[in-house]
């Protein structure tokens, strides 16, 4: 039998597609009506575990409460994992779909909140099994292992983390290589990427400023926390302006102000939540000093009582693509998705704990992202100077058009599975 060449065994594996295209389909639009919030992914883990084992994945399910690990050995050969995250958001969603989610439910704090998979991982989830199935149909064209990672919780950063410390790396093979997508705003059909850093270091933090509460026409006897609030949050502003070189890249947003419950009422404290992005270990501390520094100064100037109380959130680390590794994969999709299909970009100011996993097993990672905007209303938005008026990730309004991103999405997988345990991989 003569041996394909890499071009024809990735067309051979992908020629399912058409048959399978209807399922996953059908499975994007179940998934994205039934969104789970973070760690609370157990309907969508069931599904991903039941099309795993149908595919003929070793299962192993409730790895760090709610993550799913998918084993496919083939033969001696590299082992390749391919990572999906599970979780949506506590956002309504406005999108208008015909299977729009109407799903509410109970969050970490006991609040009831409502759900929406508004940031795009159920397409990853749908791209995941279609190319875990691809693969397993078409063994005969590739040698070695399989890793399917189902991840929860990566809107809080905590999955990555918690299917490690759940034992991730003792249980399960060392990967060569780690691979990851996401759709983001950009044309649909089109993959972009590049080696070095590809998402952003994240930081979230709580402020709590305290003053001294009293009638609100009595002023005098107060120390007003919303007047400190709101000078912190100016003030903040200025790092990046003037703190951060125009050759780096910060961003420090304040997503979150609450003071008080009553107009005529001065009240005791306030609470500032607040999001920064980085790109650089040295900006990062440097913010992170800065914002310490400037919420402590205000309150000193305000003569509040106490200091104030800083308290991390949560925080995501810089995602490096491994150079070797992001030359491998672009040459990849280079051989398979047309030249213009194919783009450059920098860092996006997302954050990922995807990152992780290439970290903890001191493997490559590579992660890249995936067009989901009509390709004519995007190419219109782009003329028009208004792509920033496109709903992005974490927007009410976020949809990626179905055709072509699901299909592009799981070529995306299967091609850059296939660079390292396709038979004519390097």
Not at 240 to 255: F, I, K, L, M
Not at 289 to 299: K, Q, S
Not at 381 to 399: I, M, R, W
Request: aromatic residues 6%; glycine residues 10%.
């Amino acid at each position: 039998m003569k041996k394909l060449t890499s071009r024809e065994a990735t067309s051979v594996i992908l020629s399912n597609m058409g048959k399978l295209l209807p399922d996953l389909e059908a499975l994007y639009k179940d998934i994205h009506a039934h969104p789970e919030l973070s760690m609370q992914e157990t309907r969508t883990a069931g599904i991903a575990a039941d099309r795993l084992k149908d595919a003929g994945y070793e299962v192993t399910a409730g790895l760090g409460k709610t993550g799913v690990v998918g084993l496919l050995r083939n033969g001696k050969g590299p082992t390749v994992m391919l990572r999906a995250d599970m979780d949506a958001l506590p956002i309504a969603e406005n999108t208008g779909l015909a299977y729009s989610s109407k799903v509410t439910a109970t969050d970490p704090e006991g609040k009831t909140v409502p759900v929406g998979h508004m940031c795009g991982h159920d397409m990853h989830v749908a791209w995941l099994v279609g190319a875990a199935t691809l693969l397993s149909q078409a063994r005969d064209h590739w040698k070695g292992t399989l890793m399917a990672v189902f991840q929860p919780g990566e809107e809080t950063a905590q999955g990555a983390q918690a299917m490690i410390d759940d034992g991730l790396l003792k249980r399960f093979p060392t990967p060569d290589v780690v691979l990851g997508q996401h759709v983001m705003v950009g044309p649909s059909g089109t993959v972009a990427g590049s080696a070095g850093p590809i998402t952003s270091a994240a930081d979230s933090l709580q402020i709590r400023l305290f003053g001294r509460g009293a009638h609100g026409s009595m002023p005098q006897a107060s120390v007003d926390p919303v007047v400190m609030a709101a000078s912190v949050v100016l003030r903040l502003q200025t790092i990046v302006s003037r703190e951060v070189a125009a050759n780096d890249a910060a961003v420090v947003t304040v997503g979150v102000l609450q003071a008080g419950t009553k107009e005529n009422v001065i009240p005791d404290d306030a609470i500032i939540k607040l999001n920064v992005r980085t790109f650089d270990a040295g900006v990062r501390k440097h913010v992170l000093a800065a914002i310490e520094r400037i919420v402590n100064a205000e309150a000193e100037a305000s003569g509040a009582p106490r200091k104030p109380e800083i308290t991390p959130l949560d925080r995501y680390p810089l995602n490096v693509n491994d150079q070797t590794a992001s030359n491998r994969i672009a040459e990849a999709f280079r051989a398979y998705f047309s030249a213009d299909r194919v783009k450059h970009t920098g860092p996006a100011p997302a954050s990922e704990d995807f990152g992780c996993f290439g970290t903890a097993w001191q493997v490559p990672s590579v992660f890249w992202f995936v067009g989901g905007n009509d390709p004519k209303i995007y190419a219109k938005a782009k003329a028009a100077g208004k792509l920033n008026e496109l709903p992005v990730n974490h927007s009410p309004q976020f949809a990626p058009v179905l055709h072509p991103t699901l299909e592009t999405g799981v070529e995306a997988l299967v091609v850059g599975a296939l660079a390292w345990i396709g038979e004519n991989a390097k």
